[in-house]
C-alpha cells in the first residue's frame, strides 16, 4: 500500500525567508503523480503544486518550488520568500492507479512577520 | 472555476441519529470523494465513486454508506452516529481516470460534531 510521511508536524518561517517542508512516499509504482495541497485557517483546501514521476525535472509555481528524488522517495516543497498568507497546513500526496489520493499528515506553517 | 459544494459547514447531531452530509460539484466530474480530516492524521478516505451509482470502500468505510444517484452529487451517511465520527468531512472532486495529473477540487468542509 502506498503511504506519504510528512515528519515535521510543525514548522515556522521568518517573512521572506525560505522554508523547506518534507515528504517521503512508499510506493511499488514507477509512473505516478505527486501533490502539494495548502489549507489556509478555515478556508478550502487548493493545489499549490504537482509533479510527475517520469519528469526529471522539478515543477516550480512561482514561489513554490519541489525537490524530487525519485531514487529516495522524497518529494519536499520549498517556499522562498515567504509571505504572511503561506501560513496553513500543508499536505503532500499521492495519487494512486485507482485515482484516489493519499495524504500526509500535514505540516502547519507559521510565517513570522 | 470548479466549485465543489458541501451542504453545511457546522453540523451537530446526537447520537444515533442518521446523518447526511451532502456534495455537488459544477463540472461534470466523473470521479468524487470522501474524506475525513483529525489532526495528526491528515485527510484519510472513506468512500470514492467514479461513475453514477458506482462506489468503491476507501481506507476507512466502517459507519459510513454513500449514494451517488446524479453525477453532480455525491452524499456520505452515518448509519448511526458516533462520538468518534465527530470530525471534518471534505468532499472532492477530479477529472477522469486518464488524466492521473488531474488535481482533486475540494469543498469547504464540514465539521460534523456528535453529542
Known amino acids: 500500500a502506498q503511504t506519504v510521511t510528512q515528519s515535521q508536524p510543525e514548522m515556522s518561517v521568518q517573512e521572506a525567508e525560505t522554508v523547506t517542508l518534507s515528504c517521503t512516499y512508499d510506493?511499488?509504482?514507477?509512473?505516478?503523480?505527486l501533490f502539494w495541497y495548502k489549507q489556509p485557517p478555515s478556508r478550502q483546501m487548493i493545489l499549490v503544486i504537482r509533479q510527475e514521476a517520469y519528469k526529471q525535472q522539478n515543477a516550480t509555481e512561482n514561489r513554490f518550488s519541489v525537490n524530487f528524488q525519485k531514487a529516495a522517495k522524497s518529494f519536499s516543497l520549498k517556499i522562498s520568500d515567504s509571505q504572511l498568507g503561506d501560513a496553513a497546513m500543508y499536505f503532500c500526496a499521492y495519487r494512486t492507479p485507482f485515482n484516489d489520493m493519499r495524504f500526509g499528515a500535514g505540516t502547519r506553517l507559521t510565517v513570522k512577520p | 472555476d470548479v466549485k465543489v459544494t458541501q451542504s453545511s459547514r457546522y453540523l451537530v447531531k446526537r447520537t444515533g441519529e442518521k446523518v447526511f452530509l451532502e456534495c455537488v460539484q459544477d463540472?461534470?466530474?466523473?470521479?468524487m470523494f470522501w474524506y475525513r480530516q483529525d489532526p495528526g492524521l491528515g485527510l484519510r478516505l472513506i468512500y470514492f465513486?467514479?461513475?453514477?451509482?458506482?462506489?468503491e470502500k476507501g481506507d476507512i468505510p466502517e459507519g459510513y454508506s454513500v449514494s451517488r444517484e446524479k453525477k453532480e452529487r455525491f452524499s456520505l451517511i452515518l448509519e448511526s452516529a458516533s462520538t468518534n465520527q465527530t470530525s471534518m468531512y471534505l468532499c472532492?472532486?477530479?477529472?477522469?481516470?486518464?488524466?492521473?495529473?488531474?488535481?482533486?477540487?475540494f469543498g469547504d468542509g464540514t465539521r460534523l460534531s456528535i453529542l
Open positions: 465513486s467514479y461513475d453514477v451509482k458506482m462506489k
Open positions: 472532492a472532486s477530479s477529472s477522469p481516470g486518464t488524466g492521473r495529473n488531474q488535481p482533486q477540487h
Open positions: 510506493t511499488s509504482e514507477s509512473d505516478y503523480y
Open positions: 463540472m461534470d466530474h466523473e470521479n
